[in-house]
């Protein structure tokens, strides 16, 4: 399920924008897009290539005798310089476990005014591999292009069938290329009561137009000259920004289900995966804990033991886990299957778990007003501790305190999946959250052409520790100098000479370190140091514009930081904190000098847009402090 519903999330946000369906082409096509072409914005001409015109039309089709859902979308694709990367070879990605085989139509109108159309014999498919085994059920179709070149227009018309609905859900406005032209149409038969809206909170230009035939209504969202998505990765909650139709599509029926409705259907779904077996009851006898807390976190680690990661997506068990006992057999499983085998383990020691749907940080999540599955791409398992507080815990997490194998996920929303109680939440980390770094340096006098030199400790606490140690675990002895000397100068600024890990945990790292401090001696009059390193936790972080990128968010965080000083340096230019975001204060003891920074966990939306600004301009000041000789 991680690798499926993720790979459906990118594709629909990235890649319904490339791919087409098919209409006879005729020339006035071209002469259509030759007008576009002309209109493209000045400002785009370094791209390598721009959508003309771009549109998806949603509607309800029957196939094979049943009602399906179906998805056409139509693209002219402008290729402004040649990249071979791009557009040279089309790919098409398709999904046997809740779609038909798409139908697939692509033609090239050339400078010369010459065309070319694609032949059945040139659409080529194969599935993809992960391993080099064939693993999954995602097969990929792909078209060459011939005679690759600029002012190419191609045009894509791909046409999608879901009999497995409830895994669509939304459709985004703009994506990874610049589009002169875009549209999307949303058809919805009269007698059905279909969720649905178009959010824009990015407050794009769009015209909505809406229709009525005899049989169905028509809601159709048009906008023009639609400046490319940079980096959606970064929002914490890029649904909430981009301009997108988002539905709640039934896995049947004519009426939007409810997420208690989704649930139980799901639920339903998947109860071969929770089926007892003596397998699973020779496993339970071997814990031995009486403690709630305790049993928990040992079948915890047991189930760490005897089955690792590995996701295998044939078939229907891209979206639902197989049984318990096969699992325990094959000795692996995806993220959905080691958390059922984890329930039916708990269970058997007479403790009750609810599995929990959510998705990793940066991607689309769920909508409270349009359930969907197409929301998801991981599970996780949820459980009430000894003190009635609900906790949550991630087995596809190989290393460190069960605790906090979740933590990489918290704040995201989630569906929390109980018999005839399934509902929405946020995964609250509570108590366990811990996001912290202490160091503690040395300035002092270099060697040769090193004229000064810091030195010192740096520890990571809790968040700070679990971003760095799965990366540390992954890599052999000769991998982690070269790792270590990186990650400290992207997250502290510091040009290390030598660095160590002294203590290593899930919860806990301690590193040592020598850098390069010439850099921050200031040569002028008296002479000083600028305490630029250790930087905060990240390094410099940069100001984007509200307006372009969508609202700021800022984790909750602690730092505090101490430099021994040299003889002598006894002036200091410093600057405080005290913002909404941020505090920070710098203090002076004889020759330490030390910095304590706490950031609040903060979402800043546009109409904050000034705070933000004042923000990142003091924060530059008080990450830069100056001490001088006296």
Request: proline letters at 4%; one cysteine or more; glycine letters at 4%.
């Amino acid at each position: 399920m991680k690798l499926f519903i993720k790979n459906m999330l990118l594709f629909y946000m990235v890649c319904f924008g490339l791919f087409s369906c098919a209409i006879p082409v005729k020339k006035s096509d071209n002469q259509e897009m030759q007008k576009l072409v002309a209109s493209i914005p000045a400002k785009w001409k370094d791209e390598t290539a721009v959508k003309l015109k771009d549109s998806t039309h949603i509607f309800f089709s029957t196939r094979m005798q049943k009602k399906v859902l179906c998805v056409r979308n139509i693209s002219y694709i402008y290729v402004a310089q040649r990249n071979p990367n791009l557009f040279e070879r089309i790919f098409v990605n398709d999904y046997e476990t809740i779609e038909y085989k798409p139908t697939i139509q692509l033609y090239a109108f050339y400078p010369d005014n010459k065309s070319w159309q694609a032949r059945p014999m040139a659409i080529k498919r194969f599935r993809t591999k992960e391993n080099e085994i064939y693993e999954s059920n995602r097969w990929v179709q792909y078209v060459d292009i011939p005679k690759y070149q600029e002012k190419l227009i191609l045009r894509l018309v791909v046409t999608r069938y879901y009999f497995r609905p409830e895994f669509y859900n939304q459709v985004v406005m703009r994506d990874m290329y610049n589009v002169v032209n875009r549209s999307i149409k949303f058809s919805v038969p009269k007698n059905y009561r279909i969720r649905f809206g178009f959010l824009n909170n990015e407050k794009l230009d769009v015209d909505t137009v809406i229709t009525e035939d005899e049989n169905e209504i028509n809601y159709e969202y048009t906008a023009k000259n639609l400046l490319k998505i940079d980096d959606y990765n970064r929002l914490v909650k890029p649904e909430e920004w981009y301009a997108s139709l988002h539905m709640s599509l039934p896995p049947s029926g004519e009426i939007s289900f409810t997420w208690k409705q989704l649930g139980d259907y799901y639920l339903g779904m998947i109860s071969q995966a929770f089926e007892p077996s003596r397998e699973i009851i020779d496993i339970a006898a071997n814990i031995k804990s009486s403690n709630r807390d305790s049993i928990i976190k040992e079948a915890f680690l047991l189930l760490r033991q005897k089955v690792r990661y590995h996701a295998d997506e044939k078939k229907i068990y891209a979206i639902m886990p197989r049984p318990a006992k096969l699992i325990i057999n094959r000795g692996y499983g995806d993220c959905k299957e080691m958390s059922s085998l984890l329930k039916v383990l708990l269970r058997e020691k007479g403790i009750e778990t609810n599995l929990a749907l959510t998705i990793t940080k940066s991607n689309f999540q769920l909508m409270e007003n349009y359930p969907s599955l197409g929301s998801f791409n991981h599970m996780l398992l949820s459980y009430k501790d000894s003190k009635g507080l609900t906790r949550y815990i991630d087995p596809t997490v190989n290393f460190g305190n069960p605790a906090s194998s979740f933590l990489h996920i918290h704040g995201q929303k989630a569906l929390l999946i109980k018999p005839g109680n399934t509902h929405t939440t946020v995964i609250d980390a509570g108590d366990k959250f811990l996001n912290k770094i202490i160091t503690q340096s040395s300035i002092q006098p270099g060697t040769g052409t090193v004229k000064w030199q810091l030195s010192g400790n740096i520890e990571l606490f809790g968040m700070a520790a679990f971003r760095i140690l799965p990366i540390i675990n992954d890599l052999n002895q000769e991998e982690k100098k070269p790792f270590l000397t990186d990650m400290l100068k992207d997250y502290f600024n510091l040009n290390t000479l030598s660095s160590s890990v002294i203590k290593l945990t899930s919860d806990y790292i301690k590193i040592q370190y020598k850098a390069n401090f010439n850099k921050a001696y200031v040569d002028m009059d008296k002479g000083g140091f600028v305490l630029e390193s250790p930087s905060l936790f990240g390094g410099q972080v940069r100001y984007t514009t509200l307006e372009r990128e969508g609202p700021r968010f800022f984790e909750a965080i602690e730092q505090y930081d101490s430099w021994q000083l040299p003889p002598g340096f006894t002036d200091f230019e410093l600057t405080n904190i005290d913002h909404a975001i941020a505090t920070g204060k710098w203090q002076q003891n004889k020759n330490i000098i030390s910095r304590q920074f706490i950031n609040m966990r903060t979402n800043i939306q546009n109409d904050n847009r000034e705070s933000l600004v004042s923000y990142f301009k003091i924060r530059k000041k008080f990450s830069n402090a100056r001490i001088w000789k006296k």
